[in-house]
């Protein structure tokens, strides 16, 4: 499991930009107690709280951290929560897998609408509870049709399937050539080696661009701060993936990168009764993906776009 | 020392019977369909077997005279299925067991097969499927999308008795927006707040 992103220290081609921004900003307010040399050094103040509010808000972009400032940075996120839920959790940054892509697909004429994966993925990806953030949309869609404006996605019957409706789960298709990734100012969001786009929500400064631009409406917001029941979090946790996240940030799925960097199945695939959800790596063509994408007659949505999902949906 | 000895005495049928190759021997000629195509990734199963509330069945089926009349006459106990309501009445219960050996399920040739492969069983009226399962196209895989394939047998999903799956109750459904109702799905498209406002 080496990871075989860029080395730390490759020069970055805005470096910089959002970072000096800020510092700059936060010299100039904090000038009357610290001068420009001390600015970076977290005074000893109040506790942990303060120091940790100070270094956050020097914090650098994820690929631009040393590995020391990175682990201050996990540990920190594991305090924050600890005081914000009262619970230990572990933040790790998993690196992604040599050789290694990740695709998905999903059985339409499997998927039965009963939103266990929609469950599955909330209990795994710590969203806020409040916050109306869920990552899995499943549209509810007349047979027949593919009108994705007309699909409700609050359907709430006795039983599912309905007669008549099929039922078609969307959620971020990781595209190979992500326009929120475009649209994003700071690069606070970018595509890994083994193309997730993730998103560094210390970074994020919540213009909603990214939201935008995203064809499948897969970038939610979180409007309010989110706020879990400690009992529900996910101790488990990843940087680019399921760490608590703050006010004022997107966030999306990210494949759950905590489970699937370690050879896991992501929690949707997990919670799937029907065995709609099929996951792996494209790059090996024994994979179940890679069965499923030469053998059955396999469409992305809006396709046409150009953004070259990696979320493919089939029928048998 | 003697013991692992015995014990891989012992093991050798039973591996020459469980490895796929003799399975599909076993199953008379293999078709063209699975000779060309690759052959399925390796792969394990959720073992239900020893979950079975009735297993072992010899216990009771050694000593019962095999009699279809009897069937009628004295109606099993459950967990002995009360009807079998799987493709329409081309099937009953001894197409898929044997009452001379009713520890195995058998093929319609009569070739003995475990419940934990009842793949095999099944595979023999519905091949599209069984391959699609072997090489992951259906049913599910657990936990790892590498490493040890470990797979859900057909009878974890579907009753060999009632296999069509029933409908059931959905999660509840997404929290709501505040101050947003539902968009209401029309024909035309769902009716968005704007259009609640323009239209009288």
């Known amino acids: 499991m080496t990871g075989n992103r860029e080395p730390r220290d490759a020069p970055c081609p805005r470096d910089g930009s959002r ?233 999306k799925c990210h494949f759950c990168t905590q489970r699937t960097r370690k050879g896991r199945q992501p929690a949707c695939q997990e919670a799937c009764p029907t065995g709609a959800r099929i996951f792996g790596n494209l790059l090996d063509p024994t994979s179940e993906i890679r069965y499923v994408l030469e053998n059955k007659t396999v469409f992305r949505l809006k396709e046409e776009l150009g953004t070259d999902p990696k979320f493919w949906y089939f029928t048998d | 020392m003697w013991r692992l000895v015995l014990l891989s005495v012992f093991a050798l049928p039973f591996q020459i019977l469980w490895s796929p190759v003799a399975a599909v021997e076993q199953n008379g000629p ?47 106990p459950p967990p002995h299925p009360e009807s079998l309501n799987h493709g329409g009445d081309r099937l009953w219960c001894q197409t898929c067991h044997s009452l001379d050996d009713a520890d195995h399920l058998r093929t319609l040739r009569g070739t003995p097969v475990p419940f934990d492969r009842a793949y095999l069983v099944c595979g023999q009226c519905h091949a599209n499927r069984e391959r699609d399962w072997l090489f992951g196209g259906h049913g599910k895989r657990v936990a790892n999308w590498r490493g040890t394939r470990e797979l859900y047998l057909c009878t974890n999903c579907h009753d060999p008795h009632d296999p069509t799956i029933k409908p059931r109750k959905p999660r509840k459904p997404p929290p709501l927006r505040a101050d947003l109702g539902p968009v209401a799905a029309t024909p035309k498209g769902p009716i968005m707040i704007w259009d609640e406002r323009v239209s009288p």
């Open chain 1, 19 to 251: 970072r000096e921004f800020l510092k700059n900003l936060g010299v100039g307010g904090v000038a009357t107690i610290a001068g420009t040399g001390v600015a970076l050094a977290a005074p000893n103040l109040g506790g942990d709280a303060l120091a940790d509010a100070w270094s956050d808000f020097f914090q650098d972009h994820y690929q631009r951290m040393t590995p020391e400032e990175l682990a201050n940075a996990l540990a920190r996120i594991e305090r924050r929560a600890r005081r914000r839920f009262g619970v230990d959790i572990r933040c790790e940054d998993t690196p992604p897998l040599d050789g290694v892509v990740f695709g998905y697909a999903l059985n339409i004429s499997k998927c039965r609408g009963y939103r266990e994966c929609v469950e599955g993925c909330v209990r795994e990806n710590n969203p806020g509870r409040d916050s109306q953030v869920q990552y899995i949309r499943v549209l509810e869609i007349d047979r027949g049709t593919m009108n994705l404006e007309g699909s409700d996605h609050y359907y709430d019957p006795e039983t599912v399937p309905r007669p008549g409706k099929f039922y078609l789960p969307v959620q971020c298709m990781q595209c190979d050539d992500p326009p929120c990734v475009k649209s994003c100012p700071v690069e606070a969001t970018w595509k890994e080696p083994d193309g997730i786009v993730v998103i560094d929500y210390d970074w994020c400064i919540g213009c909603r661009y990214c939201m935008a631009a995203c064809p499948y409406w897969a970038r939610h917001f979180n409007w309010t701060d989110p706020w879990i029941p400690p009992a529900e979090i996910n101790p488990v946790t990843n940087y680019l993936g399921n760490r608590p996240r703050a006010k004022g940030v997107t966030e």
């Open chain 2, 30 to 76: 293999p078709s063209p369909a699975r000779t060309s195509a690759a052959q399925p990734p390796p792969f394990t199963v959720v073992a239900r077997q020893d979950n079975l509330l009735f297993y072992p069945c010899g216990r009771c089926h050694e000593f019962m005279p095999e009699h279809p009349l009897l069937v009628a006459a004295t109606r099993p």
